[in-house]
């Protein structure tokens, strides 16, 4: 089968999978608008007390990016996956490394698929909510929307490539909770999950740019919400780029040793 044909089918594939759950997305979409509302609340009650702005956001855009980023939390898979771990552990990848089909591309595949389906009825709500309840601070032209499409599909395939890299640990880990554990906390700490990572004190925000964790979550948001436009949005988004040209290149590589080390251990 032609290759784009086949990305395609494991892209429909893992649409069709997530679009099974109906149950477990209405209870993701409710759980992300709650805390949602708290986050929106707790923003805008931070920004008041702070004097009115806090690093260039006031109350409409500081609800605006708590809003947003509760949205993105399904697409971009901030909490993960760890099927490959699995796969790994009970010894299931030795069917996928005998299918005619790079695993790598298989899985990221079937994670677009998963992030176009999980965007309406897990991204979408919270926006509503968000629109009728603090409202929302967007632009008016249609460019920021457009290059925030983008960023955000760099961020979803970007979130892919970490977790890829972090479940290729199985190879060589027993236990994967503590790891797991670590790139969490660092993950949503450092991408803006929690806070706008314009908020960090020097050294943290220092911490943060040598990392890829704020293109996932901070950088969407600045270009959709026109913080950052022209050059200074297509740089961001080159970053991004960058960032995942450099993950993908490493989980290749780190998966061909893993391989190589699982068929010695296997004989």
């Not at 803006?192 to 996932?216: D, E, K």
């Given at each position: ?32 608008t709650v805390f949602g509302l708290i986050k ?47 796969r790994i552990r009970t010894g299931d990848i ?174």
């Amino acid at each position: 089968m032609d290759p784009a044909r086949l990305f395609a089918a494991h892209v429909a594939m893992g649409f069709r999978r997530w679009s099974t759950y109906r149950l477990a997305m209405v209870a993701g979409a409710f759980t992300n608008t709650v805390f949602g509302l708290i986050k929106a609340y707790i923003t805008v009650g931070a920004i008041g007390a702070a004097g009115g702005t806090v690093a260039g956001y006031d109350a409409a855009t500081g609800a605006t990016y708590a809003w947003l980023a509760q949205a993105l939390i399904g697409p971009v898979a901030v909490f993960g996956w760890r099927e490959l771990a699995l796969r790994i552990r009970t010894g299931d990848i030795a069917v996928d490394l005998a299918r005619p089909v790079d695993p790598q591309l298989a899985f990221l595949a079937a994670d677009i698929g998963r992030a176009a389906y999980t965007f309406i009825p897990r991204g979408f709500p919270p926006l509503l909510v968000g629109a009728l309840v603090t409202g929302l601070a967007l632009p008016t032209t249609p460019l920021p929307y457009v290059l925030g499409l983008v960023s955000a599909m760099l961020a979803v395939v970007l979130s892919f490539a970490g977790w890829w890299l972090l479940n290729l640990a199985a190879f060589w880990l027993l236990d994967l909770r503590g790891a797991t554990t670590l790139y969490l906390v660092a993950s949503n700490v450092l991408s803006g999950m929690i806070v706008p990572v314009h908020w960090f004190p020097g050294w943290l925000w220092t911490v943060a740019s040598w990392t890829p964790f704020p293109s996932l979550i901070q950088t969407p948001i600045d270009v959709v919400m026109g913080h950052a436009t022209g050059t200074e949005a297509l740089g961001l988004i080159g970053t991004q780029a960058a960032w995942l040209a450099g993950l993908l290149i490493a989980g290749r590589l780190v998966f061909r040793a893993g391989a190589r080390r699982l068929v010695v251990q296997g004989g």
